[in-house]
């Protein structure tokens, strides 16, 4: 309950002042490309996934990210 405050409180606001920021500046990776919306919408979503995918398969491969990702395999309530 604490993180979830924390981080309703303290990050979001700042991750979305930075978003703001970054988009004005037309800094990142799509912006350098003349796509349209929906097409920016769908990339962006699979090169997320694709990037929280690889993150995932790094946590088990590295043995010291392991160390930390190993609390979420093995707390049952997490």
Known sequence: MIGFIV???VFLPFLLSFS????????????????ISLSKII????????????????NHKIPVLWRFHLVHHTDLEM
Do not use: P, R
């Open 43 to 58: 990339l962006s979503v699979i090169l997320m996934d694709m990037t929280l995918y690889f993150w995932h398969w790094a």
């Open 7 to 9: 981080i309703k409180l």
């Open 20 to 35: 703001n920021f970054i988009q004005e500046k037309k800094w990142g990776l799509l912006n350098q490309f003349e796509l």
